[in-house]
């Protein structure tokens, strides 16, 4: 059993909240807008952390982090990426990869839109945590908890902070 936090589009911020929030946590994934390497540096504070780059992260963090990350946790394939667009709306070069294999679970941030659903057509889960930071059009900074168990996803948490 893994217990994973995932966050996106801190954009340099990190809530004083969240190393209590995710320090229940096994792994913490971050799909992309870091913002700054500080960031990145407290994540790591916390728990171990996977992820990928967002469009405004620097050299420093694209050195750090792939475009795409594909890793597989107890039996459930994962997918991060940051600009992927939503089941029904995906990102061209992401439609392509998952015609081609899709994950069982696939991680994207981008739109500072909280959205969990199901994707038939793919057969996955689809998680964007919305925007833990505080630059965007956003009211509430979100996160997500899941539960890994096997070829389960489950036990799925919405945080929800203040600015």
Same mark, same amino acid.
């Given at each position: 059993?893994?217990?994973?936090?995932?966050?996106?589009?801190? =954009?340099?911020?990190?809530?004083?909240?969240?190393?209590?929030?995710? %320090?229940?946590?096994?792994?913490?994934? =971050?799909?992309? @807008?870091?913002?700054?390497?500080?960031?990145?540096?407290?994540?790591?504070? /916390? *728990?171990?952390?996977?992820?990928?780059?967002?469009?405004?992260? %620097?050299?420093?963090?694209?050195?750090?982090?792939?475009? !795409?990350?594909?890793?597989?946790?107890?039996?459930?394939?994962?997918?991060?990426?940051?600009?992927? %667009?939503?089941?029904? &709306?995906?990102? &061209?070069?992401?439609?392509?990869?998952?015609?081609? =294999?899709?994950? @069982?679970?696939?991680?994207? %941030?981008?739109?500072?839109?909280? *959205?969990?659903?199901? +994707?038939?057509?793919?057969?996955?889960?689809? !998680?964007?945590?919305?925007?833990?930071?505080?630059?965007?059009?956003?009211?509430? /900074?979100?996160?997500?908890?899941?539960?890994? +168990?096997?070829?389960?996803? *489950? +036990?799925?948490? !919405?945080?929800?902070?203040?600015?």
């Amino acid at each position: 059993m893994l217990r994973v936090g995932i966050l996106s589009d801190t =954009h340099g911020y990190l809530h004083p909240e969240v190393p209590r929030i995710l %320090g229940v946590c096994d792994e913490i994934w =971050h799909a992309g @807008d870091f913002g700054t390497f500080d960031v990145v540096e407290s994540i790591r504070a /916390i *728990k171990p952390l996977y992820g990928v780059y967002g469009n405004i992260d %620097g050299k420093e963090i694209r050195r750090e982090f792939p475009l !795409v990350s594909q890793f597989t946790r107890e039996k459930i394939e994962v997918m991060i990426t940051h600009i992927g %667009g939503y089941p029904g &709306k995906y990102e &061209k070069n992401l439609l392509q990869i998952l015609n081609s =294999h899709a994950p @069982d679970l696939l991680v994207c %941030g981008h739109s500072h839109i909280l *959205k969990v659903m199901y +994707d038939k057509r793919f057969n996955l889960l689809y !998680v964007n945590p919305g925007a833990a930071g505080k630059y965007g059009h956003h009211k509430v /900074i979100t996160l997500v908890r899941l539960v890994i +168990d096997g070829s389960d996803i *489950k +036990d799925l948490e !919405v945080i929800e902070l203040e600015p």
